[in-house]
């Protein structure tokens, strides 16, 4: 992905609001299935890290797009975006 495609995605993400919250119990199969399943329907989520929670959000996001074959778009404080392009795809990126 390239830095201009990261910089559209983070800008579409800016506008949305954090669909998941990663708290104390910290990354859980429930979380995973439902980080797949959102991007499954919206190919760009939000995800938020609350204070509580003791994981870095940067090895946070690298587990998640591990496991859920997505991108990570960029992680601002405890803000992650990620994405995965759907077999339809509705967001069409810049070359």
Avoid: W
Avoid at 39 to 53: D, G, P, Q, T, Y
Avoid at 63 to 90: D, N, Q
């Amino acid at each position: 992905m390239t830095n201009k495609q990261r910089a559209y995605l983070s800008s579409l993400a800016s506008k949305e609001t954090a669909i998941l919250s990663i708290g104390k119990a910290d990354l859980t199969p429930e979380i995973v299935a439902a980080c797949d399943e959102a991007i499954k329907k919206r190919e760009l989520i939000k995800i938020s890290v609350l204070k509580n929670c003791f994981s870095d959000p940067k090895e946070i996001a690298e587990m998640i797009a591990e496991r859920t074959h997505s991108e990570v778009v960029r992680v601002i404080g405890k803000k992650i975006i990620l994405y995965r392009p759907a077999k339809k795809p509705v967001i069409e990126l810049p070359k």
